[in-house]
């Protein structure tokens, strides 16, 4: 896909873009595939989604990112899918959420 400028950060792995096209749907909606900041007990996972919301924010908010490989589209109508800034995979800045699974 091409470059898409973050118009929000909705969360420690979402955000929200100018728009996207994909096979036959649109939106605004991504998260970003390869880390999950709200992963263990309740306590743990606000602050961690707090601090990936706050370091997503100073990393990309109102910048260009290139959104890869769709992975699912979700129920919320948003895609799940690897995103990079700079040519960077943007789970490599959160190598403490990272999951196994990461493709």
Same mark, same amino acid.
């Given at each position: 896909? @091409?470059?898409?400028?973050? %118009?929000?950060?909705?969360?420690?792995?979402?955000? %929200?873009?100018?728009?996207?096209?994909?096979?036959?749907?649109?939106?605004?909606?991504?998260?970003?595939?390869?880390?999950?900041? $709200?992963?263990?007990?309740?306590? /743990? @996972?606000?602050?961690?989604?707090?601090?990936?919301?706050?370091?997503? $924010?100073?990393? /990309?908010?109102?910048?260009? /990112?290139?959104?890869?490989?769709?992975?699912?589209?979700?129920?919320?109508?948003?895609?799940?899918?690897? @995103?990079?800034?700079?040519?960077?995979? /943007?789970? %490599?800045?959160?190598?403490?959420? $990272?999951?196994?699974?990461?493709?």
């Amino acid at each position: 896909m @091409a470059l898409f400028r973050v %118009k929000e950060i909705l969360s420690g792995n979402k955000v %929200k873009l100018e728009g996207w096209n994909w096979k036959d749907s649109t939106g605004t909606d991504v998260v970003i595939a390869g880390y999950n900041p $709200t992963q263990g007990d309740n306590a /743990i @996972a606000k602050l961690n989604e707090s601090l990936a919301k706050n370091r997503l $924010t100073s990393l /990309i908010d109102q910048k260009e /990112i290139e959104l890869g490989r769709v992975l699912n589209l979700n129920d919320d109508g948003s895609i799940t899918c690897l @995103a990079f800034y700079d040519g960077v995979d /943007i789970a %490599k800045y959160f190598p403490e959420y $990272t999951q196994a699974s990461h493709p």
